[in-house]
């Protein structure tokens, strides 16, 4: 069964500051791996996306999210974290079509 | 394209009434995905569907919940004799047949179960 695991319920980070949100996946096969934004009262926005190729992938609003085999893990990033950037963070796999998330990470960036 | 429209943004229904829930997907897209946020939860996967066609249902519930996607008009997702339990924000998504990689989320729909 495919799954991912997201280990942090929350993650606080000062302005200016680097961030990382974890994400790490169980899939057969090759995994597609995606990361999700949610604003509060709002859908769900994509960010990004690992299919093949490099396994550091630039998305939307400066984030970023390296895929790496032997860890399993695709890691979000950002290298300098702003307030607008605090809402709740899905990662998910893809078996095919539908979308299998994790259960989300709260990332929240003071001043 | 306005994106993926679903409808009402906001519904309440009393205890064993009917939920109707409606999901505009992106001109173009023929694969619809519905998704149920309960709270403090993460977003669980419920049904795809295709034209006029169930692909995959494995999570729906067994019982009072149905989906349909018409060749015509928008995807229903339809509870039958709500319970408080099925209060929840139910997301739709859509794609294309050749980016199904590539998922549009609409803004969801809050139902209140009183």
């Known amino acids: 069964a495919q799954s991912v695991a997201q280990p942090e319920d929350q993650v606080n980070v000062a302005e200016g500051n680097p961030l990382t949100v974890k994400c790490t996946y169980s899939?057969?096969?090759?995994?597609?791996l995606f990361w999700y934004v949610q604003y509060p009262n709002r859908g769900l926005q994509f960010l990004l996306k690992?299919?093949?190729?490099?396994?550091l992938v630039k998305g939307s609003y400066g984030f970023e999210a390296e895929f790496n085999k032997s860890q399993t893990s695709f890691h979000l990033k950002k290298p300098s974290a702003l307030v607008s950037d605090s809402a709740l963070y899905f990662c998910?796999?893809?078996?095919?079509?539908?979308?299998?998330f994790g259960q989300g990470t709260e990332l929240s960036v003071k001043p | 394209n306005a994106g993926v429209m679903q409808n009402p943004r906001h519904l309440v229904r009393r205890r064993g009434q009917e939920a109707r829930l409606r999901c505009s997907p992106m001109?173009?897209?023929?694969?619809v995905y519905w998704y149920r946020q309960l709270p403090e939860e993460g977003l669980k996967f419920m049904v795809y569907?295709?034209?006029?066609?169930?692909?995959?249902e494995s999570g729906m519930p067994k019982e009072r919940f149905s989906a349909e996607f018409p060749k015509e008009g928008p995807s229903i997702l339809r509870i039958q004799q709500v319970v408080r339990g099925d209060s929840a924000a139910y997301f739709c998504a859509s794609s294309s047949t050749d980016r199904k990689d590539k998922a549009f989320f609409g803004q969801g729909t809050r139902l209140t179960v009183v």
């Open positions: 690992y299919i093949t190729g490099d396994n």
């Open positions: 569907l295709q034209k006029e066609n169930i692909i995959d």
């Open positions: 899939v057969s096969g090759n995994p597609y």
């Open positions: 001109k173009g897209h023929s694969h």
């Open positions: 998910a796999v893809s078996p095919g079509g539908k979308l299998i």
